[in-house]
């Protein structure tokens, strides 16, 4: 960062004025009391991105290091001193050296594009001026990107006051610039609504998208183009096509026939540029989108008419032709379309770009393009003397039709075809009057008749209204015996359901007792056999016993006789 500061006496009297300011692309320039004899001038020039930031600010104390680029000072002033011609020596030299670097400042900026305002010194006091940028336009159309115009803030915080070289980065916003439409867009947006390229509803001022100028240039090319090497064939192109050129256009998108015809003709680059059927071999996907709902930019509203309508050669060295088309920004254009804008800058009068943008210096490829520019390409080149000769023609028999419309009623008036045609009519429609006469006397008799009927019958609806009413209060009567019946019933069930819990009740321990008893029963048959067997097994020793003891009686006796 380069700075200047220049310190001049507090009576040049032309930077006290009330509306000297300076307002440039950035923070603009103050001018405000040091001290009662001095008057504090500070520049800065800062160099971003290659794009030049004005900003002149002021302080109200002395910086510290006292350093802010190249100071000039006075002397400090001695009491003694007289004043004499040193004094106003001073005072013009340094009025003429600030008026001197203040035109050429001016004369600068406005060379370069930049607008300058001159504004009162005292807006130092209530904060910073909003700084202004003027912009302009070949065609005075289009958006300003949000990396062409940077944003302001109109008023600086405090800490920006006390050191005012602190560069703040601030988030920009994007600015519309509103659109106008010349007499040659309007005449080409005319021409190509007559002859049903582009839709009725289109608006001349808004900005074209991809998808619509893909349609439209078909379209344009399908009807008008006349030579058959320059003209494409959307059938041809379709028939056999297995492979969608782009991802994001598929069969079902209402464009698609448009834009895969581009495709196929090498119009447009996509998968099945050189060949390829899918991502290129470096992985690279640019090809793979067309991104139809984006807006349509400049070079490609050129490159692909021009595609179309030059015989591009691949011979030209791409350098001698990028030196050739002439624009200053010549760096930011594709590679890839260099040759056709050479071919486009070689067609003189009938180039697209003159045609569209007119004569320009910056061609700003990314720029979008509005719909009236897009006609206007659409409308250069051969097709301009076909769209001529098809709007003659179809002028031409608009006006033959009109002629042999009048040729046919003149002759009609002249034989007194439609004096008689009319006079049948009449005739028919008095006839018409008489029977619609009559049948309206005869609706009017019937609604007579209709009106007695009803009259009567409203007597008989009252009797029968006066019986219903008497049957409404009977049934009144019996919905209030229902009721006290229904209450009766539901205190009655009450009690019922009350008698019944206590018989389920009285049922479940029955039961609970009953299955005790058939449990102890169960038990006392399990004892009864127990003592049968016991029974029986007593029986059985007995048995036995007996048998010994007889044994033993027996085993005695032979004792006592061998004895």
């Not at 203040?102 to 004369?107: D, R």
């Not at 209530?126 to 070949?138: A, M, N, Q």
């Not at 594709?334 to 056709?340: A, I, K, M, N, R």
């Not at 008698?499 to 009953?514: P, V």
Request: with cysteine; proline share 3%; glycine share 6%.
């Amino acid at each position: 960062m380069s700075s200047i500061s220049l310190c001049l006496p507090s009576k040049t009297s032309f930077l006290l004025h009330n509306h000297f300011n300076f307002v440039f692309h950035g923070s603009p320039l103050l001018i405000t009391r040091r001290n009662p004899r001095h008057i504090s001038l500070s520049a800065s020039v800062a160099e971003k991105n290659s794009s030049l930031e004005f900003s002149w600010v002021s302080w109200d104390k002395v910086s510290p290091d006292n350093y802010n680029g190249w100071d000039v000072l006075e002397p400090a002033p001695k009491i003694a001193e007289k004043k004499g011609w040193r004094t106003f020596a001073v005072v013009g030299f340094g009025a003429s050296v600030a008026a001197s670097l203040g035109f050429i400042a001016y004369f600068w900026f406005y060379s370069k594009g930049f607008g300058v305002r001159f504004r009162s010194p005292l807006s130092a006091l209530h904060g910073f001026s909003v700084p202004s940028l003027t912009i302009k336009d070949e065609q005075g159309i289009g958006e300003v990107r949000e990396d062409d115009v940077p944003s302001a803030e109109s008023e600086m915080p405090e800490e920006a006051l006390a050191d005012p070289f602190v560069v703040t980065e601030h988030k920009r916003e994007r600015v519309i610039v509103p659109c106008s439409v010349d007499v040659a867009q309007q005449e080409a947006v005319s021409s190509l609504k007559k002859l049903k390229i582009i839709e009725d509803s289109v608006g001349a001022d808004e900005l074209c998208t991809r998808r619509e100028y893909a349609r439209w240039l078909v379209r344009a090319n399908s009807q008008l183009e006349r030579s058959r090497k320059h003209r494409l064939n959307p059938f041809a192109a379709l028939c056999g096509s297995r492979i969608t050129a782009f991802d994001d256009v598929g069969v079902e998108d209402p464009d698609f026939e448009h834009i895969q015809t581009l495709a196929e003709a090498g119009i447009i680059r996509s998968k099945l540029s050189e060949g390829n059927h899918g991502p290129n071999l470096n992985g690279d996907k640019e090809f793979s989108y067309f991104s139809p709902e984006r807006f349509i930019s400049r070079q490609d509203l050129v490159t692909w008419k021009a595609k179309i309508e030059y015989d591009v050669v691949s011979e030209i060295d791409k350098e001698m032709a990028r030196r050739s088309i002439g624009f200053l920004d010549v760096k930011e254009i594709s590679s890839d379309v260099l040759l056709e804008l050479f071919a486009d800058y070689r067609a003189d009068r009938k180039s697209i770009t003159r045609g569209v943008f007119g004569q320009s210096r910056r061609f700003q490829p990314s720029k979008p393009c509005t719909k009236a520019q897009a006609a206007v390409a659409l409308t250069c080149g051969r097709v301009t003397e076909f769209i001529r000769a098809e709007i003659s023609r179809l002028e031409a028999e608009k006006l033959a039709k009109e002629i042999e419309l009048k040729e046919l009623m003149t002759e009609i008036l002249e034989r007194g075809d439609i004096k008689e045609y009319w006079e049948q009519k009449m005739e028919k429609e008095r006839k018409r009057g008489l029977e619609v006469e009559l049948e309206y006397r005869s609706a009017i008799m019937a609604l007579e008749e209709e009106r007695v009927a009803q009259e009567n019958g409203s007597a008989e609806l009252v009797k029968q209204k006066a019986a219903l009413e008497c049957q409404e209060q009977l049934l009144s009567s019996i919905k209030a015996e229902g009721t006290e019946m229904s209450e009766i019933l539901s205190v009655e069930k009450a009690k019922y359901d009350d008698e019944l819990r206590g018989i389920q009740e009285t049922r479940h321990d029955l039961q609970a007792k009953y299955e005790e008893l058939i449990d102890a029963k169960s038990i006392l048959e399990a004892e009864i056999e127990a003592l049968r067997i016991l029974r029986s097994w007593v029986e059985d020793e007995a048995k036995k016993s007996q048998a010994r003891a007889k044994v033993l009686e027996e085993a005695g006796r032979r004792w006592k006789w061998d004895g």
